[in-house]
């Protein structure tokens, strides 16, 4: 009678069969490596800072990571100089820039070309986009996990572009770059850095056309901009 079946007949009698610690030891340890491997998951490998400009808008074209894409018209990747030493990041896309699938339009973006104008910057020699490349419903602010969704295209567009400065427009944009929750009025008049990118907060077009006191400050800023890339 082999070793194997003795212990089978020897356990359906009730009698308790010894079995060296070490071959219990290995039998363990062989069944617990079979558990985790099971229990592993296998993740998705995100490749994304490593593409360049067309693979990148390709799967920002294709990305379904949240609820945002299941409602846009497409999406609004970005426009301007790729080469760009001023890049300004907005919030969101809004009706208007999903329909155009461009960043800032209508009436925000005239005041957003104007703005650049005063301080000698064409609107066509910087890169402009948003933290997020849908547009949320009614246009309301991304939620956190549209913009962690978004957040690994934006650093890659800021990689490819290497910009000298980087223009917060709005508040959302200045929380999600900063990384922080302080008021605007406590983020604007301050040369932040983000990776060693110097980045100035200003405030978003929309807001200061609906608050028309606040242009001076606005003005403040963009002269604070300027004279940070003069010195970079």
């Given at each position: 009678?082999?070793?194997s079946?003795r212990?089978?007949?020897?356990?359906?009698?009730?009698?308790?069969?010894?079995v060296p610690?070490?071959?219990?030891v290995?039998?363990?340890?062989?069944?617990?490596a079979?558990?985790?491997?099971?229990?592993?998951?296998?993740?998705?490998?995100?490749n994304?800072?490593?593409?360049?400009?067309?693979?990148?808008?390709?799967?920002?074209?294709e990305?379904?990571?949240?609820?945002?894409s299941?409602?846009?018209?497409?999406?609004v990747?970005?426009?301007?100089?790729?080469?760009?030493?001023?890049?300004l990041v907005?919030?969101?896309?809004?009706?208007?820039?999903?329909?155009?699938?461009?960043?800032?339009?209508?009436?925000?973006?005239?005041?957003?070309?104007?703005?650049l104008?005063?301080?000698?910057?064409?609107?066509?020699?910087?890169?402009?986009?948003?933290?997020v490349?849908?547009?949320?419903?009614?246009?309301?602010?991304?939620k956190?996990?549209?913009?962690?969704?978004?957040?690994?295209?934006?650093?890659r567009?800021i990689?490819?572009?290497?910009?000298?400065?980087?223009?917060?427009?709005?508040?959302?944009?200045?929380?999600?770059?900063?990384?922080?929750?302080?008021?605007?009025?406590?983020l604007?008049?301050?040369?932040?850095y983000?990776?060693?990118?110097?980045?100035?907060?200003?405030?978003?077009?929309?807001?200061?056309?609906?608050?028309?006191?606040?242009?001076?400050?606005?003005?403040?800023?963009?002269?604070?901009?300027?004279?940070?890339?003069?010195?970079?």
């Amino acid at each position: 009678m082999d070793n194997s079946t003795r212990l089978q007949y020897l356990e359906a009698m009730g009698i308790d069969v010894w079995v060296p610690r070490k071959q219990a030891v290995v039998e363990i340890e062989e069944n617990q490596a079979v558990s985790d491997n099971e229990s592993i998951p296998i993740e998705e490998v995100d490749n994304t800072l490593t593409l360049g400009w067309d693979e990148l808008k390709q799967q920002v074209n294709e990305c379904n990571k949240c609820d945002l894409s299941q409602f846009r018209k497409q999406i609004v990747f970005g426009e301007g100089n790729i080469n760009a030493e001023w890049m300004l990041v907005g919030e969101a896309p809004n009706q208007d820039e999903d329909s155009a699938a461009k960043p800032f339009v209508a009436q925000s973006g005239f005041l957003l070309t104007e703005m650049l104008r005063a301080i000698g910057v064409q609107r066509e020699s910087a890169y402009i986009t948003n933290i997020v490349k849908c547009s949320p419903a009614d246009n309301k602010d991304p939620k956190v996990n549209e913009l962690k969704s978004c957040d690994s295209y934006l650093k890659r567009q800021i990689g490819l572009v290497k910009p000298k400065l980087i223009l917060a427009v709005g508040r959302v944009a200045a929380h999600a770059l900063l990384g922080t929750k302080k008021p605007i009025s406590e983020l604007r008049g301050i040369v932040h850095y983000m990776d060693d990118i110097p980045v100035v907060v200003v405030y978003h077009p929309a807001y200061l056309l609906r608050s028309l006191l606040e242009k001076r400050k606005a003005w403040q800023d963009l002269q604070l901009a300027l004279k940070t890339y003069q010195e970079k």
